[in-house]
């Protein structure tokens, strides 16, 4: 996230870098002149072909050499979502999301969602466990969290 965050204005970079702080992050596959080499751990032969297919998927028929640095940027997230077992890279970028169900061919459980997309699965998956507690009693009480209307839709890309 601090990548993306880079570009933000001196006097937001603070704030906004200690907010990411909290969240958790996975350090993928360096790529030079794009990883912060702090935050990025050795390509694997493994890594190197699904970063490839991953970049061509998202980008068909674009150079890397010569391709918008933020192309590269995108491929090496969700590549790096895919890595760690992610099921979904959560973003606005309608290119990306056009290429959702390709995705999910090649990189099978894996999907690209709309940050609305993420909440309504989200849910969904909430239902479904409060769903099998009810009907197993022995399993205890769910909290109540995340209580209706807690699962808000916020801008921005990730990975679930």
């Not at 995108?74 to 890595?83: F, L």
């Not at 459980?109 to 309504?120: D, L």
Request: one cysteine or more; proline letters at 6%; hydrophobic letters at 40%.
């Amino acid at each position: 996230m601090d990548t993306e965050l880079a570009a933000a204005p001196p006097e937001k970079w603070t704030g906004l870098t200690g907010a990411s702080a909290l969240y958790a992050e996975s350090f993928g596959p360096a790529v030079l002149d794009h990883s912060r080499l702090d935050h990025a751990v050795l390509a694997s032969d493994e890594d190197v072909c699904r970063d490839a297919l991953v970049f061509e998927t998202l980008f068909p028929g674009a150079d890397r050499a010569t391709c918008r640095k933020n192309h590269i940027g995108d491929a090496m997230h969700v590549g790096t979502a895919i890595r760690y077992g992610g099921r979904a890279f959560v973003t606005n970028e309608k290119k990306l999301l056009n290429k959702s169900a390709r995705m999910g061919e090649l990189f099978p459980g894996f999907s690209v969602w709309s940050p609305t997309q993420a909440v309504t699965e989200a849910k969904g998956a909430i239902a479904g466990v409060r769903e099998i507690y009810q009907r197993r009693p022995e399993l205890g009480v769910l909290p109540e969290w995340p209580a209706e209307g807690d699962l808000d839709v916020e801008a921005g890309d990730s990975a679930v």
